[in-house]
């Protein structure tokens, strides 16, 4: 695309030169933090590999060649396909409800109201407090013997006797993306509202002359031309919510009976409780092949095509 | 026409409830708990207005224990990521947005793939790694780890400061005789400043909010950071409710005082024109 151009203005040799100038200098520019990422990433994914391949238990105790009997093995265990069903309704369930809440919210700052700056500013509070303090506010309030949710929901007549959220495998699984969609939608929305302050407003006052009300604005101005912003969204938003640990380790350990257990938690388990060392390193490595996969993908299919 | 109208303010103000109930209203009941007396944070009648007040849950979290060695800690990690998560950021995003090099939109994409790497993966044999080269229980342990995840979305979000700034007064530089450090020290830097104050406090957010790799590569009780000091808490069996609210609060102040003063760009650079 580049390359392409690079032919736009030709003929002069000044122009070719500082092309090339601008190649050298540009990888300049980007090389350390290019550098940075690389080492952090590719060592310790070349590490990973090669624990793979051997049967090393605790850290730090080595372990003997096993080639990949660890991949064989795991691919047919049952904790590891449970695993990644739970992580492929975590991202489908979490996609979900954080495209509704983003959406609510961004399309509701986009129009003017009183106190409209304040709470625009304001908003993102769930996403800049430590992941540790959400979980505390939620374990506060989805508490069942003296939570403000339980005895809300009692005194309107909902439920007859307070309930324990995370109790049941369903209840567990659903507060958890429930509580993770509450501190990254507003994050999202912003993100949206950059998309939506960048549609040209003229069509929409083209649209009203043609007939058109607010919900069909929304389907055929405001979705369309939200695809670059949409484009990032799905791949970087995807990857991220198959990324959360925090909040479901700290709420639930992967439990009622494995129910919240996602991939990465099962990597963190075997690492950390059980001292496989060698088994994580096998599931990060299919892990990340996985995602690699998915990336490519995303990317080949859905990313825009560059205009400007 | 009036009739869409009414429906449109119907919509909107019960979204702005919904938001509010949801999104803000949860602030305000553990700020208040948090003044609560234990008796009644626990209590099975809940009150939406507080019946007691206690300054004794911060008394003991303040003069009681390790806060202020966890606080100095996150903040030397914190600021120490944020600097060089700038400084890395602000010059990659120049050579990827304003020189324009072949290969640049593969970088970009890898940036904003490896933005969203999970951390987990890499885990275990970043811990491998680091136990190798002596720097497990180190700040700069968890400072290389932060500004992985910081720079990549830094980099994406100031992308669009710089393409705000008109390439012509570059140029116009240039052939004044300016060299490549002054254009930069004296035209790009300055014109960027709001977009690099917004990228300062993500990356600040990043660090200060992160916990998986705090509590692997950091086991002295010395080192530790806010986040799993809090974590802590949470865990022991029986929850002292009090005193983890306090901390909770108290965690979460000085990345709402930083939003006070700069919070205003950080949205601004989200929110306008991120995309163009």
């Not at chain 1, 690389?38 to 238990?57: D, R």
């Not at chain 1, 919510?241 to 700290?250: A, E, P, T, V």
């Not at chain 1, 059980?274 to 990340?288: N, V, W």
């Not at chain 2, 970088?107 to 890499?122: D, K």
Request: glycine residues 6%; aromatic residues 16%; hydrophobic residues 55%.
């Amino acid at each position: 695309m580049n390359k392409l151009k690079s032919f736009q203005h030709p003929y002069t040799r000044g122009a070719v030169n500082s092309v090339k100038k601008n190649n050298i200098e540009g990888w300049l520019f980007v090389s350390p933090l290019v550098i940075w990422i690389c080492l952090i990433i590719l060592v310790p994914i070349y590490i990973a590999f090669e624990l793979s391949l051997f049967n090393v238990k605790i850290i730090g105790t080595s372990g003997k060649f096993v080639g990949i009997d660890n991949y064989i093995k795991l691919l047919g265990k049952s904790k590891f396909l449970n695993a990644s069903l739970n992580s492929l309704y975590w991202i489908i369930g979490n996609a979900i409800c954080q495209t509704f809440f983003a959406f609510t919210i961004a399309l509701t700052i986009n129009y003017k109201f009183p106190g409209k700056k304040i709470m625009a500013n304001w908003i993102i509070l769930s996403f800049i407090i430590p992941t540790v303090v959400v979980v505390v506010i939620w374990k506060l309030m989805l508490s069942s013997s003296s939570g403000v949710i339980n005895s809300v929901l009692i005194d309107i007549g909902l439920f007859d006797e307070a309930t324990g959220f995370f109790s049941s495998p369903n209840k567990a699984f659903i507060s958890l993306v429930l509580i993770n969609s509450w501190r990254w939608s507003p994050f999202l929305a912003l993100i949206i509202l950059s998309g939506l302050n960048s549609i040209n407003r003229e069509m929409y006052d083209a649209s009203k002359v043609d007939g058109a009300n607010f919900i069909q604005q929304f389907f055929f101005i405001t979705f369309p031309n939200l695809k670059s912003v949409l484009f990032v969204l799905g791949l970087v938003g995807t990857l991220l919510s198959f990324n959360i640990f925090d909040i479901i380790w700290l709420i639930t350990k992967g439990g009622p009976s494995s129910a919240t257990t996602t991939l990465p938690l099962l990597i963190y388990e075997t690492a950390f409780t059980k001292f496989r060392i060698s088994q994580a390193a096998t599931l990060s490595i299919i892990t990340s092949f996985l995602l690699l996969l998915f990336s490519i993908i995303f990317i080949k299919l859905m990313a825009p095509k560059e205009d400007d | 026409m009036i009739k869409e109208n009414n429906i449109k303010f119907i919509f909107l103000s019960l979204s702005l409830l919904l938001i509010i109930l949801i999104f803000f209203f949860p602030f305000f009941w553990i700020i208040t708990s948090s003044f609560k007396s234990p008796e009644e944070i626990i209590a099975t009648s809940t009150t939406i207005i507080p019946r007691s007040f206690t300054l004794e849950h911060y008394n003991k979290i303040l003069f009681n224990s390790d806060f202020f060695i966890y606080l100095k800690n996150s903040l030397i990690v914190s600021f120490s990521s944020m600097i060089i998560s700038i400084i890395l950021s602000v010059s990659a995003a120049y050579g990827l947005h304003k020189l324009k090099f072949y290969g640049n939109k593969f970088v970009e994409y890898s940036l904003l793939v490896t933005y969203a790497f999970p951390g987990v993966i890499l885990l275990v044999p970043i811990y491998l790694l680091f136990a190798k080269v002596n720097l497990l229980n180190s700040y700069f342990a968890l400072i290389i780890v932060n500004v992985l995840f910081a720079t990549p979305f830094a980099v994406w979000m100031l992308k669009a400061f710089f393409k705000l700034i008109p390439n012509e007064i570059e140029e116009a530089a240039y052939i004044d005789g300016a060299s490549r450090y002054i254009v930069i020290s004296r035209i790009i830097i300055p014109l960027a400043a709001p977009g690099i104050a917004s990228v300062s406090i993500f990356c600040f957010i990043i660090s200060w909010t992160e916990y998986l790799f705090a509590s692997i590569l950091i086991s002295g009780d010395n080192l530790k950071t806010l986040p799993v000091g809090l974590a802590g808490i949470v865990g022991q069996y029986q929850i002292d409710w009090g005193f983890l609210l306090s901390g909770a609060v108290l965690a979460s102040l000085p990345v709402i005082l930083l939003f006070v003063f700069i919070g205003k760009y950080f949205v601004s650079g989200l929110t306008e024109g991120a995309v163009k």
